[in-house]
């Protein structure tokens, strides 16, 4: 029966990809994935046999490839997703697809997996049981502080991703914005230097000040008290 796989990868340790995962990519007829090439090496790497098709899917093309990987659905195909690590749909494209699959009463079956925003919650050592789950923060000045101070009042836990060079950046501003909360850095998750790191944004923020820290970072935050 034809439908939308949904499937996680591994966010560093290629061990956490399970094993339905692993047979889910090996047995779709179709794959969309954010980088072909990245994809592929991870097929090579986990000694996967690839499907007949693979497609590029991502934030500049999701649009129009929706309404191609529908309709091969509709023709009997099997299509899976996946993004280069997690979930896909969260921060990573998916999003029109599911979408369009739900309203043409595809079914969509979504494969549980790794993701660093749950990972580092439960790592950050702060309140877990309601949380806000932000992504990454806009570029722009303007928008990232409207981004930060929507949420100011909520009592949740606010979860951000961040790149290196702006992590820096996004905990000043958040101490500004919202106060000297309690937060976690947690960079590099499921990897060989994974680290996290607690304490109040007065302590952490001048830490990562110069940007020239490596690698990818999930920032929590307390809410508001």
Do not use: W
């Amino acid at each position: 029966m034809s439908k939308l796989v949904i499937i996680p990868t591994p966010i560093g340790n290629l061990e956490d990809l399970t094993p339905r995962a692993r047979r889910a990519l090996e047995e779709v007829d179709v794959l969309a994935c954010e980088d072909t090439r990245h994809t592929r090496t991870l097929y090579e790497a986990l000694g996967l046999k690839s499907p007949p098709r693979i497609f590029s899917y991502h934030e500049h093309n999701e649009k129009e490839a929706s309404g191609g990987l529908i309709k091969l659905i509709l023709e009997g195909k099997t299509v899976g997703l996946c993004s280069d690590a997690g979930m896909p749909l969260v921060s990573d494209p998916g999003y029109r697809l599911v979408k369009a699959a739900a309203d043409a009463g595809i079914t969509i079956e979504v494969l549980p997996g790794p993701s660093a925003a749950i990972n580092a919650l439960v790592a950050s050592g702060l309140p877990p049981s309601s949380f806000i789950f932000k992504g990454f923060a806009p570029k722009k000045p303007g928008a990232r502080k409207r981004m930060i101070e929507e949420d100011k009042d909520s009592s949740h836990t606010l979860i951000f991703y961040e790149s290196p060079h702006r992590i820096g950046q996004l905990l000043q501003e958040c101490l500004e914005l919202l106060g000297d909360r309690d937060a976690a850095i947690c960079a590099e998750l499921t990897k060989k230097f994974e680290r996290v790191e607690r304490g109040k944004l007065s302590e952490l923020a001048p830490k990562y000040a110069t940007g020239e820290q490596k690698g990818e970072f999930v920032l929590v935050l307390a809410g508001a008290e």
